[in-house]
């Protein structure tokens, strides 16, 4: 047993995976979890059975802001099949969660905060009894006046404290470079309230064994931290609780943290002495878990009469509950996309009364791009430069703030190779020019970009005595497709086609993984099974009697000095190593990212102001792939996305009360298969030393980034309606539509 921790100080320079013999990396392979899935047999969170099992249902605050008086409770308990009612205050968790670093405050809900913030558990033998109990607790409050309305109080704004991007960034003066140079940007841009959507609602079984020890089957992303914060809420010692999520039916930022359901269910079990199983109605998870926040963006740009930039300003008002401190990092990409010595990048929270905000899939450059791109592209146009040619012109060497270099950076051969795949030489740059039949035909693109960053892992890899090995991390598969790569790389390192590796995610008993988020999951998990699998194939070479560099390992045989010996005959009683990765300076010493290009073709009903995206290419370099495939459908979800937040995605809060009037999928307008045409996605060939050993970026959250600006664009190209209030539903373009 060996244990090995790589800092990431530094360049990385020879990485196993080029030279590795097995060649299972970067291959298109089918997801190794999918015939589980498709077949049923892969367990979520709500599918674990117990013969003792009883049903949690949540009750929920019916107004936006005031105080709980009491409850009346008893009707409840009367009805068949219902066990209890808990209503104790003290101890439900308000799902505050921010990106999983910090631990939650345990928060009672005698305050209330927002439209629908649980405050009780009716638990029952049944899933319907729990929830007809639910409809017969009478909650007894005083209501205040609540704020649930922002763009009228943006002078409220409050600086915010954390971050990983500086809040309030200052470079030169921007107010005289606006007011100095040739060709000016100045507008607002605004996103609504989103919700992440995901497939499968927040779910939590929990069970406690005789020792008050719990177990929480959960649909979480990152379960080691969301272990602290399941055991701070519950007063509890990390050891006394232990969370398995080994499938997950999407998150998308929504289940980074925990949310309410987990502590309410936890607390029934305790309460009742048996496993309680708490699932969230789709209603439930567009009220009570994270939403994006609404967002307010003033955008300046100032740039000379060839289109050098100056100025760059990006201001923001984003909103959250108070005491909250995530904000939406809509600079986040603003901060080094584009060169111009004076800056102003700012972000303000205003406190509201709406559902916490948190992360949600790109959290920052997912709508801070939708004006920063969409400005670049007024910009162009006012100076009549093909807008590609801006971004070019405008592509520094380093870092325009930090002055560092970046570690990798393919923005503008993303540029260039996109716009030969999509033909934008063939774009009419004049609105409104180009019709068939009803339909007015435009061209947009924008530029992509997501943060790279790695976080803590660690991971366990195993050779058996047959010669097989089995990885084993608390790293979780979202649908992303850990699975699959994580024994990619044990596959590759050690010689082993994938069907001999057997890789165990989702298990807090298993070391601390990095979880899903921020991109970081392939970065930071497969890392960590690197260095493991490493450290077993030292542990080979030794058995073999040769160095490590002077042995292939193929086909589960090692093979040196003109010997080949199965690795079952090396294994003896089995080998195992664990590794672990750590950030370190290399992200100081050098700014990286993920770039990209997208192009888009929409068409734009001339009489009805319907839009359709037509076509899309986008061109994307972020480090090593490492399997096409997985890579290629992350891309895919994340354009999806964007053509979500272009064209139809968007949270409505009553005015009165903050409740959410469009909450469930019905209402709620994610894109769906009519909606999307082929998407077209290039990886361009990268390796970036400065990452990781993998020589990856992150790539989840990279197709969001920058997707809804090219759509916005591209209308803007087909109608001369410019969309800055996303998103773009019809309404907002009918009036501007040139005459039939
Ligand atoms: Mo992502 S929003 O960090 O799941």
Redesign the pocket.
Known sequence: MSTVTLKMDKRYENSLLDSSAQDVIGKPLDRIDGPRKVSGRATYAAEYGFDDVTYGFLVRAPFGCGTIEGFDVEAAKAMPGVIDVLVDLDTFIRNAQQ?GEEKSPTQGVKEVAYFGEPVAIVIAESYEAARAGSGAVVVRYTEKPGNYTFEDRLDEGEVPKGGDAPPMYKQGNIDKAMAKADVTVDEVWTTPSQN?AAMEPHASTATWDGDGNLTLYGSL?MPASDKSQLADALGLKEDQVRIVSRFVGG??????GISPESVAAALASKAIGRPVKTVMTRQQVFDATVRRSNTHQRIRLGATADGKLTAVGHETHVTNLEGEEFFEPTGVSTHFMYAGKNRKITHEIVRTNLVVSG?????GEAVGMLALEGAMDELAEKLGIDPIELRKINDPAVDPEKDVPYSTRQLSACLDEGAKAFGWEQRNPTPGARREGEWLIGHGMASASRTNKLQQSEARVSLTPSGTAIVETSMTD?GTGTYTILAQIAGEILGLPIDKVDVRLGDTDSPPGAG????WGAGSSGTSVYLAAEAVRKQIAKAMRVSADDMTLKDGLAIAENRSVPLSELAGTGMEATGTVKPGKAEKKTTQASYGAHFCEVGVNATTGEVRVRRWHSTFAAGRILNEKTARSQCIGGITFGIGAALTEELIHDERNGKIVNRDLAEYHVPVNADIPDLEVVFLPERDEWSNPLHAKGI??LGISGAGAAVINAIYNATGVRIRDYPATLDKLLEGLPPV
């Open positions: 990106g992440s992303q998150g998308f930022g929504s289940k980074l992360s949600m899939r790109a959290p979202i899903s988020g921020g991109s989840g959250e």
